[in-house]
């Protein structure tokens, strides 16, 4: 059975439906999420409240074709709710790649995914996001504006402006690196 006749099942109150569509979906929904909060707790709790919302406002769903872009939009935008609700709380994870480069020696790609953690968790929610979901996932930035709800052009100077505040942190000195970063200039 394809995607199509699950979400119309699903939407019709077939709850294995749903358990399958979601079973299909979790792990890349998991993985978006603990990139964007660095939090593996907070990004199962950020899953599942999409996921709840997904099968609260499932017959809402206009188009069930773009039910995977719905899902990770519901996705971000819990974990932005999860990031507003817990903001004082200092947040480290360990950043794993999703697929692993092929590198003779570790040491140079270790410091290198050290320095990218330290980088994006400078980053705000919204830059994140888009930047795992364009970079970590590798959605077509149309895709990633389907999946935010936002326009296109929105995106693409979000993703410029993050990129724009990564560089500048890389470029600074080690002290200003794990400083948050504000329209462009570290803190």
């Known amino acids: 059975m394809d995607q ?4 119309e ?16 979906a979790v792990v890349r929904l998991d993985q978006a999420a603990r990139l964007i909060l660095r939090d593996p707790e907070l990004a199962r709790d950020a899953v599942q ?29 819990s974990c932005i709710d999860q990031t507003r ?47 795992v979901l364009h970079y970590y996932l590798g959605l077509p930035l149309t895709d990633v504006a389907a999946t935010l709800g936002i326009p296109i052009g929105t995106v693409k100077s979000r993703l410029h402006r993050a990129l724009s505040d990564m560089r500048v942190a890389i470029d600074a000195e080690p002290t200003l690196i794990a400083s948050p970063i504000s329209g462009g200039l570290p803190v």
């Not at 999409?50 to 519901?74: E, G, N, Q, T, V």
């Not at 020696?105 to 968790?121: E, F, K, Y």
Request: net charge positive; proline share 3%; hydrophobic share 40%.
């Open 9 to 24: 099942r699903a939407r019709g109150g077939d709850h294995d439906a749903f358990a399958e569509l979601a079973r299909a």
């Open 49 to 77: 409240e999409a996921l709840i919302r997904a099968w609260r406002d499932l017959p809402k769903l206009r188009d069930p074709d773009r039910f995977d872009a719905w899902l990770h939009r519901l996705t971000v935008n």
């Open 4 to 7: 199509r006749q699950l979400v």
């Open 85 to 131: 609700r817990r903001r004082r709380r200092l947040i480290e994870v360990e950043l794993t790649t999703l697929h692993a480069p092929v590198t003779s020696d570790g040491t140079g790609a270790h410091a290198d995914r050290d320095q990218v953690d330290q980088v994006l968790r400078a980053l705000d929610e919204r830059g994140r996001a888009i930047v």
